[in-house]
């Protein structure tokens, strides 16, 4: 073998071992490409597995809030309705206290009469009543005020007689049960008959016969003032009563004694 | 500092609106007995909002909301009416002559601070 042929043989000999090296290499990216790719995919596979933790503890704390923002909207609700019930009470005791404090305002008798007329049309919603007191020397109820009707309309009453006489009789008031009950008017079948109380002592009534057409039944407050009328109104109509008999008896007296005081000696 | 004038011949009413009055911050409650008062009382003090009867002496609500409305100084108050009469032609009528809202007694007071509130003047 001459040297051209040993250089030839030698040269087929590298070509073949660069091909081996070129295949060898080839299936090394290959293999190096498929391994990248596995662990890309298990690289998502794993960021999935988080964000569903993260998604799970999401939802978590989502009904966590929903069912606090319940609870909040429930004490809410509660707060509200509590809030209303404060202020209803507030109404109450306003009307209350005004009723109380104008009733008690003056001693002056036919005032009196005025505020409770007031009272009765203004915080209650009568349009048609009146205020009936009992006449100790004849013992019947006697009309001393009246609203929505006249004076010679309102009944005169012996005490113990009909519904009036006998509220009076057993100082018990009286509510019809259908406040439109009494669509022709009859005065001695008052939808409302209140009693006027001194301890058990009745003074009077007010008897109610119709309410304002805007009233359609009476509140828990229109029965605190009926209570409250019941008790306040006949002490100061009493007052009022005795203290302008006193004012007129010693008006009299006064002048009596004026008139000796003038008389000229004998 | 709103200044609300109330006109009404019942004391007990007068008492017991400007008890709710009380309720609206930082308010001056000015009292009138009948519509005449009333404008006295608009001359002498700057009037925010008005809450009138309809049935007083002298001169009754409706006159005043008449001569308010038709004064370039005063026609801009808001006008309330408080009152007995329920029916809808009074309401109508109140209404049309330039009342701006119309409340029937006995008041519950939540609905009268309501009403104020929505018709009194911003910033005052």
Not at chain 1, 53 to 60: F, S, T
Not at chain 1, 207 to 229: G, R
Not at chain 2, 16 to 37: H, Q
């Amino acid at each position: 073998m001459n040297k051209a042929e040993e250089f030839l043989q030698m040269f087929r000999k590298g070509e073949e071992f660069t091909k081996d090296l070129l295949k060898e290499n080839e299936s090394l990216r290959y293999k190096i490409a498929h391994l990248e790719q596995l662990i890309e995919r298990s690289g998502d596979e794993a960021r999935t597995k988080i964000y569903e933790d993260r998604i799970a503890l999401l939802e978590q704390e989502i009904h966590a809030l929903k069912e606090r923002y319940n609870k909040v909207e429930e004490e809410n609700k509660d707060f509200a309705s509590k809030y209303l019930e404060v202020e209803e009470e507030n109404n109450n005791l306003a009307n209350l206290y005004v009723a109380s404090y104008q009733l008690h305002s003056t001693l002056d008798f036919s005032e009196v009469l005025r505020i409770v007329l007031e009272i009765v049309i203004n915080l209650i919603g009568a349009e048609k009543f009146a205020v009936l007191l009992i006449d100790d020397k004849t013992n019947e109820l006697v009309p001393v005020a009246t609203e929505g009707l006249d004076m010679g309309s309102a009944p005169t009453v012996k005490f113990g007689d009909g519904l009036i006489g006998t509220v009076a009789k057993e100082g018990q008031s009286y509510f019809a049960d259908d406040m439109s009950v009494n669509t022709a008017f009859d005065p001695m079948k008052p939808i409302v008959c209140i009693p006027l109380k001194i301890k058990e002592h009745v003074i009077g009534v007010i008897a109610i016969y119709t309410v304002l057409i805007q009233k359609e039944a009476f509140s828990t407050m229109d029965y605190e003032l009926f209570n409250l009328l019941a008790g306040h109104a006949a002490t100061a109509i009493f007052a009022s009563k005795l203290y302008t008999q006193s004012e007129r008896k010693l008006t009299t007296i006064q002048s009596f004694l004026d008139l000796l005081k003038e008389k000229p000696r004998q | 500092m709103p200044n609300i004038l109330i006109v009404e011949d019942s004391p007990t009413m007068r008492q017991l609106l400007s008890f709710a009055m009380k309720r609206i911050p930082n308010s001056t409650v000015i009292e009138a007995s009948d519509g005449v008062d009333a404008l006295k009382k608009m001359s002498s003090a700057k009037i925010d909002m008005i809450l009138a009867d309809i049935n007083m002496p002298v001169m009754d609500g409706l006159k005043l909301v008449s001569l308010v409305r038709g004064n370039p100084v005063y026609k801009t108050i808001p006008i309330i009416m408080i009152t007995t009469e329920g029916a809808e032609e009074d309401r109508k009528r109140a209404l049309s002559i330039g009342a701006n809202a119309y409340l029937t007694k006995p008041i519950q007071t939540h609905e009268l601070l309501k009403l104020v509130n929505t018709y009194l003047p911003a910033g005052t």
